[in-house]
C-alpha cells in the first residue's frame, strides 16, 4: 500500500499472528492487517527499527520489556462503567443471597482502564453497605492500562453509566487544575488489588477460591482449545456454586461439566 512508512508483507503479518498467540493466546483473523500494522509501527519508531521483519526477529530473541510492549499493542482495551447493566442486577441478587456476614472475593479478570472492577466494587457496597466484607482481584495483560486503573482518575464527560448520585457518593471531583476530572475514592480502591494476569499462562498467583469472576469479552480473542483450557482454570479457581459472568457474544454451552447457564450470558460453577 502507498504511503506506508514500512513495508508491510503476508509474511510479517503471519509471524505477528504466532507472536502473539503464543505469548497470549489471541487469535488474531486476517482482517486485522491495517491494524496491526498500525499499533506496532509505533513501535518500530520507539525501538529504532527500520523494518518489521528486523523488530520481530529482535523481539523473538529476548525475553525483556519489549514483550509486554508487544502484547500491549495488539489488546483491545472497549470498557464503560456499568457495561451490560443486567449483570451487576444479577450480582447484587447473588451477593444479598447469602447472610450479610458472608465475606466474598471476586476476580475481575480484564479490568481495562478500571471501570468495570470499580462498578463492581460500587455493586457490592451498594448491595451490602459500606462494611461489606469483600476483596476484589482485578487483573489484565496489558499493564499500561492497568496503571490507569489503579489511579482511578477519569474525565467527568467520559463517566457514562454512572448516576449523579454514584458520582457524589464514589468519586471526587477535581477542582482548578484538575476541574473536569473525577477520582474513585479510596474507600473503593482499598478493596481492589490490580495485578498483571496473563489467562493462558498456568502461572496465576490466587490462593484463595472466588464466589464470583467477570471474564466478559476476553474468550472472543481465543480459539476453542483455548478457551477450552482458560475455562477449565477458572473452574479450579472458583468455588462450587459461584458465577461466571461472560460477554453478550460469548457461549460456553459444550463446557457443561465446568459451567451452566444461570442466566443471560451468567454461568453457575459445577
Request: aromatic letters at 12%; hydrophobic letters at 40%.
Amino acid at each position: 500500500m502507498k504511503g506506508r512508512e514500512f513495508a508491510w508483507t503476508d509474511a510479517d503479518f503471519d509471524r505477528v499472528q504466532g507472536l502473539i498467540y503464543r505469548r497470549a493466546g489471541i487469535n488474531l483473523h486476517d482482517g486485522k492487517h491495517a491494524m496491526v500494522y498500525s499499533r506496532l509501527s509505533r513501535r518500530l519508531r520507539e525501538t529504532g527499527h527500520d523494518s518489521f521483519r528486523d523488530y520481530l526477529s529482535w523481539l523473538e530473541s529476548t525475553d525483556g520489556a519489549e514483550w509486554q510492549e508487544f502484547v500491549n499493542a495488539l489488546t483491545t482495551n472497549l470498557t464503560s462503567f456499568f457495561r451490560e447493566q443486567h449483570h451487576f442486577d444479577v450480582l447484587t441478587e447473588h451477593l444479598k443471597s447469602k447472610p450479610a456476614s458472608s465475606q466474598w472475593k471476586l476476580w475481575c479478570s480484564a479490568a481495562s482502564t478500571g471501570e468495570e472492577p470499580y462498578s463492581i466494587v460500587m455493586t457490592v457496597l451498594d448491595a451490602l453497605g459500606p462494611s461489606a466484607n469483600f476483596s476484589l482481584a482485578a487483573s489484565d495483560i496489558d499493564s499500561k492500562v492497568l496503571a490507569t486503573a489503579g489511579r482511578g482518575v477519569y474525565r467527568v464527560d467520559g463517566l457514562k453509566g454512572l448516576d449523579s448520585e454514584r458520582l457524589r457518593r464514589f468519586f471526587l471531583r477535581g477542582k482548578g487544575s484538575n476541574d473536569g476530572m473525577a477520582m474513585v475514592r479510596p474507600e473503593l480502591q482499598r478493596h481492589i488489588d490490580f495485578l498483571i494476569v496473563n489467562l493462558i499462562k498456568d502461572d496465576w498467583p490466587f490462593r484463595d477460591l472466588f464466589d464470583v469472576v467477570f471474564c466478559r469479552n476476553v474468550m472472543i480473542y481465543f480459539d476453542g482449545p483455548t478457551q477450552r483450557k482458560v475455562l477449565e482454570r477458572i473452574h479450579r479457581v472458583m468455588k462450587p456454586g459461584g458465577l461466571l459472568f461472560v460477554g453478550h457474544a460469548e457461549n460456553f454451552g459444550d463446557s457443561r461439566d465446568l459451567f451452566l447457564l444461570k442466566g443471560k450470558t451468567v454461568y453457575e460453577r459445577q
